[in-house]
């Protein structure tokens, strides 16, 4: 991706993204790494909630498993089954980046 295009991304702060939780019709948008991904078209994520373990609206970093390690039982890190190729998947969009600043 070249600068220009990441140089037009939206940048959503927290608050902003957890205003895409699905609820009332609204898009399903989550964030890991920086990078916020519309995940709407998952049936994984239709209700907003992922497994039951998963909010939509939220930063997901931390949750992820460590490539080639195993799910953690910590509270929070690394409950996922499965890594960050999960947002390469055809039903994940790239949607803009994520500020900590509100």
């Known amino acids: 991706?070249?600068?220009?295009?990441?140089?037009?991304?939206?940048?959503f702060t927290e608050r902003e993204l957890q205003q895409f939780n699905g609820a009332r019709g609204q898009p399903v948008y989550i964030a890991y790494e920086g990078v916020v991904y519309d995940v709407t078209a998952?049936?994984?994520w239709r209700s907003g909630l992922h497994k039951d373990l998963h909010y939509a609206g939220t930063d997901l970093t931390g949750t992820l498993r460590t490539p080639g390690g195993p799910p953690s039982h910590d509270e929070g890190h690394g409950q996922?089954?499965?890594t960050a190729e999960v947002f390469t998947h055809i039903t994940v969009k790239r949607v803009g980046r994520l500020s900590h600043e509100q």
Do not use: Q
Request: charged share 25%.
């Open 1 to 11: 991706m070249t600068d220009s295009i990441l140089s037009e991304e939206r940048i």
């Open 42 to 44: 998952s049936p994984l």
């Open 80 to 82: 996922a089954p499965h």
